[in-house]
């Protein structure tokens, strides 16, 4: 099992996960990361919708934004991103098998999400619906085979945990 990688330039942090599988179905991208951290397994899958004309412009377009699901088995990832973050959790922190958050994709038209390198901005509880808005970005290295989870900001720590 490959390392889970991070990486903390500036004071941000930068997780970098193994991608040791990917589907493409009809419809969707499933990325599925295994990896470990100081002896722990961590192990999560993210879904994105497939598409070949997601871009951004001048102005964003409708189609530019869409769903980003996280499935999760177990509370791995949250407990790993609150560790590397230094955000104390309670014992029992809720867990939840699936978390969505909206994505833009940066920069890139048109886009192969089967074989091209994807930065992806990620808003979680984008309307702040719940007061618990947060940001970062997803990007996906397909050429390394790495799913790198990287801070937009300090301010989102504690509201990125809640998310999760």
Same mark, same amino acid.
């Given at each position: 099992?490959?390392? !889970?990688?991070?990486?903390?330039?500036?004071?941000?942090?930068? !997780?970098?996960? %193994?991608?040791?599988?990917?589907?493409?179905?009809?419809?969707?991208?499933? =990325?599925?990361?295994?990896?470990?951290?100081? @002896?722990?397994?961590v192990d999560f899958t993210v879904s994105? %919708?497939?598409?070949?004309?997601?871009?951004?412009?001048?102005?964003?377009?409708? /189609?530019?934004?869409?769903?980003? $699901?996280? *499935?999760? $088995?177990?509370?791995?990832?949250?407990?790993? +991103?609150?560790?590397?973050?230094?955000?104390?959790? #309670?014992?029992?922190?809720?867990?939840? %098998?699936?978390? @969505? #958050?909206?994505?833009?994709?940066?920069?890139?038209?048109?886009?192969?999400?089967?074989?091209?390198?994807?930065?992806?901005?990620i808003f979680f509880d984008d309307k702040?619906?719940?007061?618990? *808005?947060?940001? #970062?970005?997803?990007?996906?290295?397909?050429?390394?085979? +790495?799913? =790198?989870?990287?801070?937009?900001?300090?301010?989102?720590?504690? /509201?990125?945990?809640?998310?999760?």
């Amino acid at each position: 099992m490959d390392d !889970i990688k991070i990486d903390s330039p500036d004071g941000f942090a930068d !997780i970098s996960f %193994p991608i040791t599988k990917k589907e493409l179905t009809e419809n969707n991208l499933f =990325l599925t990361c295994t990896g470990s951290y100081e @002896n722990k397994q961590v192990d999560f899958t993210v879904s994105l %919708p497939e598409s070949t004309n997601f871009s951004l412009g001048e102005n964003f377009e409708v /189609n530019s934004m869409y769903e980003v $699901k996280f *499935h999760f $088995k177990n509370d791995s990832f949250k407990k790993l +991103v609150a560790s590397t973050y230094k955000i104390k959790t #309670a014992e029992n922190i809720e867990f939840k %098998p699936e978390v @969505n #958050a909206v994505g833009i994709v940066m920069g890139q038209k048109p886009i192969n999400l089967d074989t091209d390198d994807i930065n992806i901005k990620i808003f979680f509880d984008d309307k702040n619906e719940k007061g618990i *808005h947060a940001e #970062a970005y997803l990007n996906i290295l397909n050429g390394k085979s +790495v799913l =790198l989870f990287k801070e937009k900001d300090l301010e989102y720590r504690d /509201n990125l945990i809640k998310n999760l």
